[in-house]
């Protein structure tokens, strides 16, 4: 199984609401990320976590509040988002550094997220 | 910073053409190179993974190159097909300083393969 699975696929919600994304794997891998891609655009990372806790943060505003409730499971938690918010959000997995297979990076489906 | 660039943007094809596709980055120090798929809508499939020693890759008709010293790869996609269109996406791993790989990617090049 090389699934990283994402829900909802589509979400389309207004600038005061509080909405999550998520995100599975059962590949046993411990680093989970968070990229954004805005159409026409490549993907962006914004989040990394290891091990369930937050390694790096790409300086994204405190809007997006990301969570790892364990090992197989991340969430994004969305509060007053703007319009320009709208983008696809990509989760992935991959060993953490220094474990093998190295390097190997999978995505999911994606998110579409529709902020109006 | 790292910069990736996609050469061509678009490009249209007559299906059983090979083609080339080329990525170019501004800093060597790469930790590997991946090529990515993308469908409308869809999310990403990894399609090659160089690691910074190789030199390149094969799966199937598609074979990516890597020469870290001029800071190149290649996508060379043989007797293409329909199903080859898709936006095509060039990612460098570089080790950030808490040892995590960071992907950049490049702008993409759009392949249309008409039958």
């Known amino acids: 199984d090389t699934e990283v699975t994402q829900t909802p696929k589509h979400l389309v919600m207004g600038m005061t609401n509080k909405k999550s994304l998520k995100c599975e794997q059962h590949?046993?891998?411990?680093?989970m990320y968070w990229y954004k891609q805005k159409a026409k655009k490549p993907p962006e990372l914004m989040f990394v976590y290891s091990y369930e806790k937050l390694s790096i943060n790409e300086s994204v505003p405190s809007r997006f509040s990301p969570e790892c409730p364990n090992s197989s499971l991340l969430n994004l938690h969305l509060h007053a988002l703007q319009p320009e918010d709208s983008a696809l959000y990509l989760c992935?997995?991959?060993?953490?550094?220094?474990?093998?297979?190295?390097?190997?990076?999978?995505f999911g489906e994606g998110s579409w997220l529709t902020v109006v | 910073k790292q910069e990736v660039t996609q050469i061509p943007a678009a490009l249209s094809v007559p299906e059983g053409e090979n083609l080339v596709l080329n990525c170019s980055f501004t800093?060597?120090?790469?930790?590997?190179l991946q090529w990515f798929r993308q469908d409308p809508g869809k999310g990403l499939t990894s399609l090659l993974l160089?690691?910074?020693?190789?030199r390149e890759q094969t799966s199937g008709r598609l074979n990516a190159s890597l020469d870290k010293s001029s800071g190149r790869s290649t996508l060379y996609i043989a007797a293409s097909q329909p199903g080859d269109s898709a936006t095509y996406l060039c990612?460098?791993?570089?080790?950030?300083?808490?040892?995590?790989?960071?992907?950049?990617f490049g702008t993409g090049t759009r392949l249309l393969v008409s039958p």
């Open positions: 800093d060597s120090a790469i930790y590997n």
């Open positions: 160089i690691q910074s020693s190789q």
């Open positions: 990612a460098v791993g570089a080790t950030m300083n808490t040892g995590f790989q960071k992907l950049v």
């Open positions: 992935a997995s991959s060993q953490v550094p220094g474990h093998l297979p190295r390097n190997t990076i999978y």
């Open positions: 590949m046993g891998h411990r680093a």
